[in-house]
């Protein structure tokens, strides 16, 4: 089955979503060529949900996207972080400053986000300490965008942390995966901590039943993931 690249079709420029309640945040690519995809879910109530920030400066894009969208910064109750690297925690401290969230990360990964100990690993460390509300295990349940069941994913870095939402079978997958020409790829050798825990973190979550792999970098796979996502996990 073909999987699809590109958000939903929307000519009157309408519905911005790329998946009902799912909105990839405008503006915060760094380039054409480094796509970062930060994700707004609507959670069942009033609230919503944010996974990732973006590299620092990014709350300026957030706002705007929030504000182009009549979306209330205070409304926004939760951010999760999928792991430490800078360009998906460095707007953690102003877009909190915006929007009063919670943060949640596993608790590996959130000391590292506190740099407590300082990281060392590859890819860009934080931009500066961040304590983040609440320490996250494998297993646990957030409640947030209906319900995200916490993935312990280690390979990229040591915490890393897909979120997955059983009944919509949406995959949150950090840098787990990239999406590479139309395809997931597991996550590249030049900003990965251990390459063999990332195999094992990937052939675990490719035994979820997944429809939608929604990946930071390249794609997202609104449709269909499953079938790519196995494929690629039998290659490992
Ligand atoms: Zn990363």
Do not use: N
Request: proline share 10%; aromatic share 8%.
């Amino acid at each position: 089955m073909p999987i699809s690249a590109a958000p939903f079709a929307d000519p009157e420029g309408v519905v911005p979503e790329i998946l009902p309640g799912v909105h990839q945040v405008d503006g915060v690519d760094p380039s054409p060529d480094f796509t970062t995809h930060v994700y707004l879910v609507k959670d069942p109530g009033l609230t919503w949900t944010l996974i990732d920030t973006g590299l620092p400066g990014s709350e300026v894009a957030i706002g705007a996207y929030l504000a182009k969208h009549q979306i209330a910064p205070t409304s926004v109750s939760k951010i999760l972080v999928t792991h430490l690297h800078r360009d998906h925690t460095g707007g953690l401290k102003e877009v909190v400053r915006l929007t009063h969230a919670k943060t949640y990360a596993h608790w590996l990964e959130a000391a590292f986000i506190q740099c407590d100990p300082p990281y060392d690993g590859p890819g860009s460390p934080p931009a500066e300490p961040f304590e983040v509300t609440e320490r996250l295990k494998d297993g646990d349940t957030v409640d947030a965008a209906g319900g995200l069941v916490v993935y312990h994913t280690p390979g990229h870095t040591p915490g890393h942390t897909a979120y997955y939402h059983p009944e919509r079978k949406i995959l949150f997958s950090g840098d787990l995966f990239f999406g590479d020409g139309g395809k997931p790829i597991l996550t590249v050798p030049d900003y990965t901590h251990h390459t063999p825990s990332a195999i094992v973190s990937a052939r675990r979550v490719a035994q979820l039943r997944v429809e939608s792999l929604l990946t930071y970098h390249g794609g997202p796979f609104v449709k269909g993931a499953g079938a790519p996502l196995r494929a690629l996990a039998a290659t490992l």
